[in-house]
């Protein structure tokens, strides 16, 4: 019997953290302790056993010793199992929480006895106490989900059900949020689906977390935008999830989003002579600006009957022969037929008279805001060339990504004062024309910069910016990123022969059907790359900037083996020559990798490097370097090396030395 008591002591002790008897009899005290618990608190079997103290008692912290006592006396009355958890104060004086799970026993001699079970839960404690606190300073909406193709929702807290305004479910009623639980995807709009998996599948596919805004759909119908991060993980039963944690900024987003209307509808009012709101699913219209001189100026911002509206305007402005099939084309819109066959902005141009009473020819185009009201914006066309096929299909933010999704159109509007640009909107092609990242870009909104060095890296000429301010209309040419070829370009400027201090708009928009006639407009860009001398990659004749040296470096070596396949391991030992190939350089390897992947996918040339399996190599075939050409063995490359290669790195010197020996040699 001793021996198998023993045993199970060593079972217990092998898989329980503590475990004790008490007396459960005035005063309580214990009655047995296993060498478990003397380790997790500090204090031996003899100290927990001395008849003539309560050390267990003493030991549970002062704020927690009533719930203590109430817990063994409850125990002591009837056989049970209870559970508590509390702090107990180790013998080094610091503190850990406990769960003790107590099976209470009457023995034959009638002695009510506990068998107890502890478990030191400070680790989780701490952690639940952090994500308390987390919420209760930035209320945070958490999930978790599985990594199926329609995720199911395992966990969901409660200020996450409150984002998501669940209503209460009734006897008979449809419980919503069960239907969340088995498929994600209903708590997002539809539109926004596609982006969301998007999300998911590079998430999972790389391990790595994503950050950003994303929409969702609320109970009552409305849309909540959050801003929140996923990440997968593996839980504790191995297996792999999703994990968001979510902050609900739609109040932000539509101060912000109202901000951003009213700074382009300014914009929009400097370029354009009337600008109305159509709405088709109240039939009205009303007019958001006109001019001073304009009959509507008195009706600004008063819904009208759209028929109505149309015909005024028509009756005291539209010149009489064209009224038919100006007519025609708000017919067509109203009906839905101008997009019908076209993604491109419906346009029309027609004769109206001017304030100055005298007949002139004007421009009209509708811009897209949603799926019921568009913007009609009409424009006089300058006198000496009747050209206004301008696009641009919107003036809220989101709706202008669409638009550059869909055609890889450059729109960009400026704000100007002083000799000081501020940006209000670009698409990516058009930061990529003026040679900015989209982080400069936000930069520059928000504090400005002189207008000779916002264009230095655009490639084109300031006299070309001051014939723009002189006429109110210029031309430029950039290289779409995009499209993979060069486009022209088109600005106006809201104000002409501009002064010092005056306050103008400039609107860019691409040149429909008008590119360069050039051999490269339809080839993807020519990546070239010099290795004589210091290295430099260029796109279309523009050097890249890369943000990181250590990622040109990486590159560098790419190009170096000539199109072999560099592992890990070896870039490692040629980056960082001093250091030893461990989980720190690994993981600092990853980053620059990562950094040159995304500068080679901003300039549009990914496809130059292949990875397989952490291996990486220069796709030699798609790219023009001088070291290639040169060892090609092709008289006119003969005079390409000079006797420097790869002067900003230190590795290059083994190449070098080959190509010094050919110069000997021949």
Known sequence: MKNTLKNMEEILSQ?????????????????????????????????????????????????????YSSFLHKLSLEEQTLTLQYRLVKKDGSIIYVNDTVNSKLLKDGTMVGYSVLTDIT????????????????????????????????????????????????????????????NIYLMIPAEERRRFAIYLDRVYKKGAPIAGEMVIQRCDGTKAYLFGWVTKCTNEQGIEE??????????????????????????????????????????????????????FKNFENIPMQMDDAIEKWMSTSVYREDRKDVRAFFKD???????????????????????????????????????STSLFCSRKMPDDQETSDLRIENVTLKNMQELVMRFTEGIVAFEVQNGIVKPLYTSDNVCNFFGYTKDKWIFFAENGLPIKDFISQSGIDYEDVEKLFATGESEFTYFDMTQNSYRRIKAICSKKNLDEGEHCYIMLYNLDGKGIATSDVSEKPKVLIRTFGYFDVFVGEKPIAFRSEKSKELFALLVDRRGGFVSSEEAISFLWEDEPINTVTLARYRKVALRLKNILEEYGISDVVESVDG??????????????????????????????YLTNYSWGENTLGELTGDIVFN
Do not use: W
């Open 15 to 67: 898989n329980v953290s503590g475990f004790h008897q008490y007396i459960l009899k005035e005063p309580f005290r214990l009655g047995y302790v296993s060498k478990n618990l003397c380790d997790m608190t500090g204090f031996s079997e003899k100290e927990f056993l001395d008849k003539n103290e309560e050390k267990y008692m003493e030991q549970v912290y002062s704020a927690d010793r009533e719930r």
């Open 123 to 182: 680790e989780v404690k701490n952690e639940n106490n952090n994500l308390q606190f987390l919420n209760e300073t930035i209320p945070c909406g958490f999930l978790k989900y599985t990594c199926e193709k329609q995720p199911k929702i395992t966990y969901i807290n409660k200020q996450m059900l409150e984002f998501l305004r669940f209503p209460e479910v009734s006897d008979g009623e449809l419980d919503y949020f069960e239907l969340c639980k088995d």
């Open 242 to 295: 999703f994990q968001s944690a979510c902050m609900d900024i739609t109040e932000r987003h539509y101060l912000k989003k109202e901000r951003e209307t009213k700074r382009y509808l300014k914009a929009l009012t400097d370029v354009y002579d009337l600008v109305f709101e159509f709405d088709n699913s109240e039939n009205m219209v009303k007019c958001l600006y006109s001019q001073p001189s304009s009959t």
């Open 333 to 371: 819109y109203k009906l839905g037929k101008l997009s019908e066959h076209s993604l491109k902005p419906p346009q029309i141009k027609y004769r109206a008279l001017s304030s100055s009473g005298r007949i002139q020819t004007y421009s009209g185009i509708f811009l897209k805001i949603n799926s």
């Open 615 to 644: 291996k990486r190599r220069i796709v030699t075939e798609k790219v023009k370097c001088d070291l290639y050409d040169y060892l090609s063995g092709k008289e006119e490359h003969r005079g390409l090396f000079k006797g420097s």
